[in-house]
């Protein structure tokens, strides 16, 4: 039996699209990766999505639009999608933990993955000293020394809260000027546990096999290498688009992201609809995510509507 769509992902986007799909009538079964909520459930509290004057912690955010969408009809399962055909519709999906399932049409909403520095000794400490969830491993560090590395709001962000737990946090960032937004900037530049190394290039993460001795890096000004000493690393340096099952089948720009007709979530298949992070380089918020997811669902329906129609008048 073919599904009427498919919604791979449940983020902001993919929950959202789930939501309107079910509410339409649409009974959308969504699949759930290892990492269900996506980014937001690493985050701590979101303080910018509309309708929480108090913040809400993201992995709740997350569970009450997971909830939202039970309540109107969606099928949640959990799997990994490892390969797509879309050559023919039915469309089919190659899921780990579930088979081969067919859909009329898919809702792609995979979001994007931490990106790592690719240095040498970085891969093999994670787990023991580095990582690219604050939220997640921060804990560890109690009254220890860490290094954040990035220059943008999610190095800002991740550096406060990791000041929670560790006696010092290092911003270390490979140019002068921040990325980040001003209000951000200001957070950890008013935070005294904050120190600064800007003008720092990464280059190797030093290690004893016992833990983490330190980052080596060039400082840029003087073209010297330095190790600053450390227990944590945690690389917050921005994402890469999660596109690599797609196999090639669904256009992408040279980063990966999916490439969507203007203005809609459509991409150069009929009836696969992409929405959220995998397809947005530039604005990358849960509010734009759901709104986008959103988009889908709506583009998605007005989709199936039109196959009725085609049926009918067949
Ligand atoms: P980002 O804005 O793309 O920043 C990535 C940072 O990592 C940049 O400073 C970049 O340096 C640095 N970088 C990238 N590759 C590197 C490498 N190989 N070696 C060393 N440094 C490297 O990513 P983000 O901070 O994850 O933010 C993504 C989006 O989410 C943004 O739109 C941001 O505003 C948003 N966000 C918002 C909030 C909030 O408002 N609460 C929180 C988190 C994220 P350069 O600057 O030199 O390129």
Known sequence: MAYKTIIIGTGPAGLTSAIYLARANMEPLVIEGWQPGGQLTTTTEVENFPGFPDGILGSELMSNMRKQAQRFGATFKTGSVKSVDFSNRPYTLDVEGLGQLQAESIIISTGASAKYLGIPGEQDNIGRGVSTCATCDGFFFRGKKIIVVGGGDSAMEEAVFLTRFASEVRLVHRREELRASKIMQDRARQNDKIVWSLNRTPLEVAATGMGLQGLKVRNNETGEEELLETDGLFVTIG?????????GQVDTDEQGYIVVKPGTTETNIPGVFACGDVQDRQYRQAITAAGSGCM???????????????????
């Open 239 to 247: 994402h890469t688009p999660n596109t690599g099952f797609l196999g």
């Open 296 to 314: 889908a669902a709506l583009d998605c329906e007005r989709f199936l509507e039109s196959l009725a129609h085609e049926a009918v008048h067949a």
